[in-house]
């Protein structure tokens, strides 16, 4: 079953500007990861944040996580056009060690 | 490094004509791997996972199957492809199974299945 649900399902911004996408859940989970996907391509890992985490960085990206909210988000700071891709939320769920449970992801388009 | 190679790119099939996906991994040893399908728009549903040679765990009923024959090649096949058999579909691996460990999961570029 889909646990990550992200939110918004398209966005479409001006290249500069800050992307915003969340992403809830409704279990316990161990981690959330994000993932990007370009058109007709696999995914790319881009950024893990553990149960135990608020707020990780890694360079343009910012994700936070409330485990309280069953809630995460992932900030993208000064968008390129190249930011042009569906993100993807996945958590990995106390209760399941062998799978990720996917969300249907948010069109981000980029314009410029 | 590691690598993931998945192939073909693209494939278009006859209903009830056999499938064979290939995916091979490069720079590691006893990789956990996963097929996936990803429907247009949506997430991913995982079909097959497997831990080590010859060993898979299916994750939903299906029309398809998976083998490991050797450490780091996964194949997923069907004898008679169904309509409902088209779909993105993408292998992957990682070092920790299931939750992908520090890194996450490393993704094919995927195949493109068109059953008509």
């Known amino acids: 079953s889909q646990q990550g649900e992200e939110d918004p399902q398209a966005l479409s911004i001006q290249e500069g500007e800050n992307a915003t996408m969340n992403c809830s859940y409704k279990t316990s989970i161990n981690n959330l990861q994000w993932y990007r996907q370009n058109s007709g391509r696999g995914l790319v890992h881009l950024i893990l944040?553990?149960?135990n985490e608020r707020e990780k960085h890694s360079g343009r990206l910012r994700v936070t996580l409330d485990t309280s909210k069953k809630s995460s988000s992932l900030l993208i700071t000064a968008s390129r056009a190249a930011d042009t891709a569906s993100y993807f939320c996945?958590?990995?769920?106390?209760?399941?060690?062998?799978?990720?449970?996917w969300g249907a992801g948010t069109k981000l388009i980029i314009k410029p | 490094s590691q690598t993931i190679h998945q192939w073909p790119a693209t494939l278009v099939q006859p209903v009830g004509s056999p499938l064979s996906l290939e995916c091979t991994v490069e720079g590691t040893s006893n990789p956990n791997l996963y097929w996936y399908r990803q429907a247009a728009g949506r997430g991913l549903q995982l079909l097959f996972y497997s831990v080590g040679i010859g060993q898979i765990s299916s994750e939903v009923p299906q029309n398809l199957s998976a083998s490991r024959p050797q450490d780091r090649q996964f194949i997923l096949s069907s004898k008679k492809l169904l309509l409902s058999d088209s779909g993105f579909y993408l292998c992957?691996?990682?070092?920790?199974?299931?939750?992908?460990?520090?890194?996450?999961?490393?993704f094919g570029s995927g195949t493109r299945l068109t059953v008509v």
């Open positions: 996945a958590t990995a769920p106390r209760e399941s060690n062998y799978q990720l449970i």
């Open positions: 944040i553990r149960s």
């Open positions: 992957a691996w990682s070092v920790t199974l299931g939750t992908g460990g520090k890194y996450g999961y490393t």
